[in-house]
C-alpha cells in the first residue's frame, strides 16, 4: 500500500516544502511514520486477534482522527 501512494505523498510534500528544509522535513515525517507504525500495527494486531470488528472499528477510529489532524486549509492547494 505504501508504494501506490508514496509517489503522490513525495510530489506534494516536496512542492510545500522549501528546498534548504527539504530533507530535515522529509527525515522527520519518516521518523513520524515509523513511530506510529510500530505503536499501532501491535494494537492492530491485537485486536484483530480478540474481534476483526474491533480491528476495523479502531482502523475506522484512526482515520477519522487522522483526517482531522492533517486538515489542509482551503486555499493552500490552489
Known sequence: MKILRAPILSDF????????????????????????????????????D?????ALMFLGVLALIFTFITRIEEGYLS
Do not use: Q
Open 50 to 54: 480478540v474481534s476483526l470488528n474491533y
Open 13 to 48: 510534500m516536496n512542492k510545500h516544502i522549501d528546498s534548504k528544509n527539504r530533507a530535515t522535513v522529509l527525515s522527520s515525517v519518516s521518523l513520524v511514520e515509523r513511530i506510529v507504525v510500530t505503536i499501532l500495527y501491535p494494537i492492530i494486531g491485537f485486536l484483530a
